[in-house]
């Protein structure tokens, strides 16, 4: 008995998990409930928590080793802890458009937690899509076809000196590289380890193209992945309060953080769960 209870929140994915206290050490059975609500749910939702910078650290790393981002610059004492940060002066917010986190990685992460320590009186809220929900939804003929095709990734188009993230928030330290363009390829439908279910694995960030097709033709592709993928039904959002948690699975989850709120600040913390 974990003690833990989970409500679903929307049709496709998520669920708000009550009962337990993220800053305590939890004991293994209420880890793997956890684990479980996560793989099951795709992101889980908690609420009224209260965690220090160690706290969320040690939280994760029951989950895997943590991520240090290579270009995004962590808190000066915990480098896997990155902060979120969007001043009322800045215009650009980060992740204000639809991704999975790393998936320009060798190894791309698994899961990110995300934890809310000042929320706008209104906006900042995150958009969530299942992408195994979109692949359930295409026809048996495209989902065969994308299960034997793999797509390149990079982080270019943010993080290379031209990108956009380089050029736009002054609130965070994100550093400009030059390595950026480095690419990696990644299947088009992911299986995912733990439920066997199967995801699409392309988003609008990172995908650069398809491994072996010319850019145009993946346009074409790819255009008609992404529109697909955020339909309304596939999706669900998290309105924030300071103390509110999201876990996501990066495996199978896109998500979007909306940028609604001008002359308001918002400052979140994350850490990246690797694979094990
Ligand atoms: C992110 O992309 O990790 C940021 C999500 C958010 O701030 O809501």
Not at 32 to 60: C, N
Not at 86 to 110: C, T, V
Not at 193 to 214: D, H
């Amino acid at each position: 008995m974990t003690g833990i209870d989970v409500r679903r929140v929307a049709g496709a994915l998520g669920a708000e998990i009550g009962g337990v206290d993220l800053s305590a050490p939890l004991a293994d059975d209420t880890i793997a409930a956890i684990r479980k609500a996560l793989v099951e749910h795709q992101v889980i939702f908690f609420r009224d928590q209260s965690l220090t910078p160690e706290q969320q650290l040690a939280f994760g790393r029951r989950f895997g080793p943590l991520n240090i981002h290579p270009y995004v610059k962590g808190m000066a004492d915990h480098p896997e802890v990155m902060e979120i940060i969007k001043e009322p002066s800045d215009r650009i917010n980060f992740g204000g458009g639809w991704h999975s986190d790393m998936s320009f990685l060798e190894a791309p992460s698994i899961g990110s937690i995300l934890y809310a320590v000042e929320t706008p009186d209104y906006g900042g809220d995150t958009l969530f899509a299942s992408q195994a929900a979109a692949f359930d939804a295409l026809s048996p003929g495209l989902q065969k076809t994308l299960e034997g095709l793999s797509a390149v990734h990079s982080a270019g188009r943010e993080y290379a000196p031209t990108g956009a993230s380089a050029q736009s928030r002054g609130s965070m330290q994100i550093s400009e590289a030059e390595g950026a363009v480095g690419e990696y390829v990644h299947p088009m439908v992911k299986v995912h380890p733990e439920t066997g279910r199967k995801a699409l694995y392309v988003n609008p960030a990172f995908t650069m193209r398809i491994e072996g097709w010319s850019r145009r033709e993946s346009k074409a592709l790819l255009d008609y992945l992404f529109e697909h993928s955020r339909f309304e039904a596939f999706t669900c959002r998290f309105g924030w309060k300071p103390g509110s948690v999201a876990f996501w699975d990066n495996r199978s989850v896109w998500h979007f953080a909306l940028n609604d709120y001008p002359g308001q600040r918002r400052h979140m913390r994350r850490v990246t769960v690797d694979a094990a």
